[in-house]
T-cell receptor, first 115, second 112 residues
Framework: DAGVTQSPTHLIKTRGQQVTLRCSPISGHKSVSWYQQVLGQGPQFIFQYYEKEERGRGNFPDRFSARQFPNYSSELNVNALLLGDSALYLC??????????????FGPGTRLTVL | DAKTTQPPSMDCAEGRAANLPCNHSTISGNEYVYWYRQIHSQGPQYIIHGLKNNETNEMASLIITEDRKSSTLILPHATLRDTAVYYCIVRVGTGTASKLTFGTGTRLQVTL
């Protein structure tokens, strides 16, 4: 089975622009979470979606938004990009949100550079 | 949120056991300890998790102290491919609000 896939792998944007990152979960997984990893730090939780509904949000500004589609894939949107948004954006999928279904599998990430 | 403390870096000779400690003194009774690792520029990889009993799988063993305030991840025979940043995480929340709260981890360097 294919793992979590993310696109694009790399992206360069300039300040003020908007970006959309995409994630396809493992087949059969209904939950997708997004994390931001700034260089030298651990990943920080941004959002969790389950069955197309937002189930959790981290401490990120409203410039960050996401959605989940009927096929359980997900998009992360970031508006009005700042230099500080430069990071590796990670997507993780899981079968569900509790118990043994919760284990999260991470994709390879999208590296965003804001100039 | 329960917080974890890990040494920033450790070295281990190839073929020897790597023992990575983690302190989580404020852990609550229903919170699990998870270990993930991240090889350079890749997504984190799940290793193992536990509540209060010791756990073992094909990758590693997890030893949790009786008071649950600390744990140790053991890689029994470290190889060069085990060089990575290892994160000890206390799973925050339950059900639909659950998430992983990563710290800065331990950078394990396995050498010849």
């Amino acid at each position: 089975d294919a793992g979590v896939t993310q696109s694009p792998t790399h992206l360069i944007k300039t300040r003020g622009q908007q970006v959309t990152l995409r994630c396809s979960p493992i087949s059969g997984h209904k939950s997708v979470s997004w994390y931001q990893q700034v260089l030298g730090q651990g990943p920080q939780f941004i959002f969790q979606y389950y069955e197309k509904e937002e189930r959790g949000r981290g401490n990120f500004p409203d410039r960050f938004s996401a959605r989940q589609f009927p096929n359980y894939s997900s998009e992360l949107n970031v508006n009005a990009l700042l230099l500080g948004d430069s990071a590796l954006y990670l997507c993780a999928s899981s079968r569900g949100t509790s118990g043994v279904q919760w284990e999260q599998f991470f994709g390879p990430g999208t590296r965003l550079t804001v100039l | 949120d329960a917080k974890t403390t890990q040494p920033p870096s450790m070295d281990c000779a190839e073929g020897r056991a790597a023992n990575l400690p983690c302190n989580h003194s404020t852990i609550s009774g229903n919170e699990y300890v998870y270990w993930y690792r991240q090889i350079h520029s890749q997504g984190p990889q799940y290793i193992i998790h536990g509540l209060k009993n010791n756990e073992t799988n094909e990758m590693a063993s997890l030893i949790i102290t009786e008071d649950r305030k600390s744990s140790t991840l053991i890689l029994p025979h470290a190889t060069l491919r085990d060089t990575a940043v290892y994160y000890c995480i206390v799973r925050v929340g339950t059900g639909t609000a659950s998430k992983l709260t990563f710290g800065t981890g331990t950078r394990l360097q396995v050498t010849l």
